[in-house]
């Protein structure tokens, strides 16, 4: 008997079930993939991440693998570029952007290490239920209990849809996305290129490459696919700088995509489950939050349900708090992040904004701040904000 089954083993699960597993739960941690393996992704772990990773002690770990840190963020509205470190995140300045073959087996690894017991390779046929209550899994003919069942298995989750965790605040998809590798074409930066349409968005990655992911209307889908090449070199050409660089580097690798990116909030927890990560919420990679989001569920889940194992806490009275504290923790994001997958280009008065920002390094770093989850949007936006940043009146959004 577990005291936790975590279903999924990448960003949220391994993170979650090595907290718990420090606590002195007993864990159980499952994934039907194998590893090192690949998954889509943004691979960008914003500050709140690595200031995660470095609590967890595995921030040096990951340094140590050859990613590169990344200090500075630049946003090239084309006239011009916003250039800045983002705000901080608990004395962590910089952000990483490692290749998920090295990132999900580094936290699997910490997650054995921690003293959970990890089986790969292993698909769930089921959850075991009793009363209404999950109460453990079956895989492979062999069964397995639990006084929770973790759902951290992404955005099509298995333990989602055998619960039928209610999803709520559900909107569409707004974009398509594409990305690849590039050699010889590496930047110290994270680098966005909002055009009228399009989103470009690189940052460099393990073995000297740099990740170029490009953003289209969801529309678009069939025409990208149909040449993703050709749509991807006509999206990079509207970004002349990354354009060059690109021209004088080499493509390494196939074009990964979805247009499958909805936004929605799934009730993330009920009688014997909870859900973490994509499984519990999601939204456009537009931001790319995904990681920073798993790695924040962990630690709320799992600080949630050490307080209920302890006695501390009803089980239910602390589930209901960790989906309070993720609901507020990402709302404003999940607005901005579909207000930027519109694709649409700046109305006058985020011109004007850009522009203030353009010789102001401190407010165009809480700015980014903003993009990164150091800073509120709803403190960076206020009226007040905007106009002591403009010197003027303030912009109407």
């Known amino acids: ?37 690949d998954t889509l992704s943004t691979h960008y772990i914003h500050q709140p991440g690595a200031a995660r990773l470095q609590r967890w002690g595995l921030l040096e770990r990951l340094a140590a693998t050859g990613c590169p840190p990344i200090a500075a963020m630049t946003f090239d509205v ?14 962590i300045a910089e952000g990483y952007c490692p ?36 109460v453990g899994i079956r895989a492979a003919g062999v069964e397995d209990r639990a006084r ?89 050409s509207l970004a002349p700088p990354l354009a060059e660089r690109l021209a004088a580097g080499e493509r390494v690798d196939r074009f990964y995509g979805t247009a499958e990116v909805p936004f929605y909030y799934r009730r993330p927890y009920g009688p014997g489950w909870a859900l973490a990560g994509d499984a519990g919420y999601h939204k456009d990679p537009i931001t790319a939050q995904g990681i920073s989001d798993a790695f924040r569920d962990a630690d709320l889940l799992a600080d949630a349900l050490d307080h209920a194992f302890t006695g501390e806490r009803p089980l239910e009275d602390a589930l209901a708090d960790y989906e309070r504290a993720r609901n507020e923790e990402t709302r404003g994001l999940y607005e901005l992040t579909y207000e930027l997958a519109s694709l649409a ?51 109407v959004y």
């Not at 992911?213 to 889908?221: D, K, L, Q, S």
């Open 1 to 37: 008997m577990y005291d936790v089954i975590v279903v999924g083993a990448r960003a949220a699960g391994s993170p979650t079930a090595m907290l718990l597993a420090r606590g002195g739960h007993r864990v159980l941690l499952v994934d039907r993939a194998t590893f090192p393996s």
């Open 78 to 91: 084309g006239p011009f570029a916003l250039a800045a470190p983002p705000t901080p995140a608990d004395g």
């Open 99 to 134: 290749r998920r073959t090295v990132l999900d087996s580094l936290l699997l690894e910490a997650a054995a290490e921690a003293g959970a017991e990890v089986r790969t390779g292993v698909a769930i046929d089921g959850l075991l239920f009793e009363d209404g209550v999950v």
């Open 148 to 236: 929770v069942v973790v759902g951290a298995d992404g955005r099509n989750s298995f333990v989602a849809r055998a619960v039928q965790a209610p999803a709520y605040e559900e909107r569409p998809g707004r974009t398509c996305v594409y990305y690849s590798y590039w050699v010889g074409a590496q930047t110290e930066g994270a680098e966005l290129y909002p055009r009228d349409g399009r989103m470009l968005i690189t940052g460099p990655t393990h073995d000297g490459l740099q990740i170029v992911v490009a953003f289209w209307p969801r529309e678009a889908f069939k025409a990208v696919r149909a040449d993703v090449e050709k749509s991807f070199l006509e999206a990079v």
């Open 345 to 395: 280009p700046p109305p006058p008065e985020q011109q004007a904004l850009f522009g203030a920002l353009r010789d102001n390094e401190e407010e165009a770093g809480r700015f980014f701040g903003v993009i990164a989850g150091t800073v509120r949007p709803d403190e960076f936006f206020a009226p007040d904000n905007l106009a002591r940043i403009m010197g003027g009146p303030v912009p």
